[in-house]
């Protein structure tokens, strides 16, 4: 079966500007996951969405902000970007968490 | 709150060697633990899970087993190879609804020939 896609894979974006990460789960999965990986802190926890509503939500700004379609797939979305939001942004899904998540390639951000 | 703690890195090993990477968690009650692999220029990789105490999770040679008594789950791998070179990352899901895992700081790992 098709794992979970992530476009684009490589994004190039001005401060200031806004961005839109998109993520398909696999199919069946309703649960998408996104997080944000930097050298500096890791990999971080954004948000969840199950059945198109967010069910819990990490430490970020109200900069970040997601949202789920019928058919599962996801997009987050950045404004107002900053240096500092340069990362790779991996999108999971699961069908139940205990049973682990399958991630995406993921989709790096660069802002200058 | 969840956290994870993780063996710093990196590591470098000799082909066929031995490999521990040391993992414990702070979580209440008993979470589900995981270990993530990442290649360079890619996503995470689920490489095993435990979701109970003993649990052993195993695959392609890697074993690590769920210990509540230590809050430990320490990575292993009798005999490593070149194409295990790659960072691994220990994680937690809680026993709460919320489909989120906490991950530990990740550790590289580089296996010469």
């Known amino acids: 079966k098709a794992g979970v896609t992530q476009t684009p894979r490589y994004l190039i974006k001005t401060r200031g500007q806004q961005v839109t990460l998109s993520c398909s789960p696999i199919?069946?999965?309703?649960?998408v996951s996104w997080y944000q990986q930097t050298p500096g802190q890791g990999l971080q926890f954004l948000f969840e969405?199950?059945?198109?509503?967010?069910?819990n939500k990490g430490n970020f700004p109200g900069r970040f902000s997601g949202r789920q379609f019928s058919n599962s797939r996801s997009e987050m979305n950045v404004s107002t970007l900053e240096l500092g939001d340069s990362a790779l942004y991996l999108c999971?899904?699961?069908?139940?968490?205990?049973?682990?998540?399958?991630f995406g390639s993921g989709t790096r951000l660069t802002v200058v | 709150g969840n956290s994870v703690t993780q063996m710093e890195g990196p590591v470098t090993l000799s082909e066929e060697a031995f490999l521990t990477i040391n993992c414990t968690y702070t979580?209440?009650?008993?979470?589900?633990l995981f270990w993530y692999v990442q290649y360079p220029g890619e996503g995470l990789q689920l490489l095993l899970k435990?979701?109970?105490?003993?649990d052993k999770g195993s695959n392609k040679g890697f074993e690590a087993t769920y210990r509540k008594e230590t809050t430990s789950f320490h990575l292993e791998k009798g005999s490593v190879q070149v194409s295990d070179s790659a960072v691994y990352f220990c994680?937690?899901?809680?026993?709460?609804?919320?489909?989120?895992?906490?991950f530990g700081t990740g550790t590289r790992l580089t296996v010469i020939p």
């Open positions: 435990a979701t109970k105490a003993d």
């Open positions: 979580a209440t009650g008993y979470p589900s």
């Open positions: 969405y199950f059945s198109e509503t967010q069910r």
């Open positions: 999971a899904s699961t069908l139940s968490g205990e049973y682990g998540y399958t």
């Open positions: 199919s069946g999965h309703r649960s």
């Open positions: 994680a937690l899901k809680d026993q709460t609804g919320a489909n989120n895992l906490f």
